[in-house]
C-alpha cells in the first residue's frame, strides 16, 4: 500500500461552523472544515475558482465563544469540481486576541500530532 507524505507542519483541529466570506465581488457563506493556528480551511465558496494569492476577509466563531473572529486571509490552494469547491487559506496577521483564541481551541480540539500545511 503507498503510504502518502504528510506535509502538513501544525496541528490541525476539526472546525464545523458557517463561516462568511468577503470579497471585493461581495460577500457569501461558506463551511468552515477545520483550523489551525495558521489557517483554515473551508468549502462551498460561491467565488471559486481564485488564484493563489489572492486575499479574502473570513469572519466566523469559533464553537463556544461568543466573540466573533475576522481574519484576512490568502487563498493557499483552491480546488473545484463540478459545483464543490475546497479553499485552503493562510491567515494574514490576525490580531492578537484573534490568534491566541484561535491558538487556544487548536490545542484544546486539535488532532494530536497530525501536522498542518498551511
Known amino acids: 500500500m503507498e503510504r502518502k507524505h504528510e506535509r502538513r507542519r501544525r496541528t490541525r483541529a476539526r472546525l464545523?461552523?458557517?463561516?462568511?466570506?468577503?470579497?471585493?465581488?461581495?460577500?457569501?457563506?461558506?463551511?468552515?472544515?477545520?483550523?489551525?493556528e495558521l489557517g483554515i480551511?473551508?468549502?462551498?465558496?460561491a467565488f471559486a475558482p481564485r488564484m493563489d494569492g489572492d486575499q479574502v476577509l473570513l469572519q466566523f466563531h469559533l464553537p463556544g465563544d461568543p466573540e466573533p473572529i475576522e481574519v484576512e486571509a490568502m487563498i493557499a490552494d483552491e480546488r473545484c469540481l463540478a459545483r464543490t469547491s475546497e479553499t485552503r487559506a493562510t491567515f494574514l496577521w490576525p490580531r492578537a486576541a484573534d490568534a491566541r483564541r484561535i491558538r487556544e481551541y487548536v490545542a484544546a480540539h486539535g488532532d494530536g500530532g497530525k501536522p498542518d500545511r498551511t
Request: proline share 8%.
Open 16 to 36: 464545523e461552523v458557517e463561516a462568511r466570506e468577503v470579497v471585493p465581488r461581495g460577500e457569501a457563506p461558506v463551511q468552515a472544515r477545520d483550523i489551525s
Open 41 to 45: 480551511r473551508y468549502e462551498q465558496s
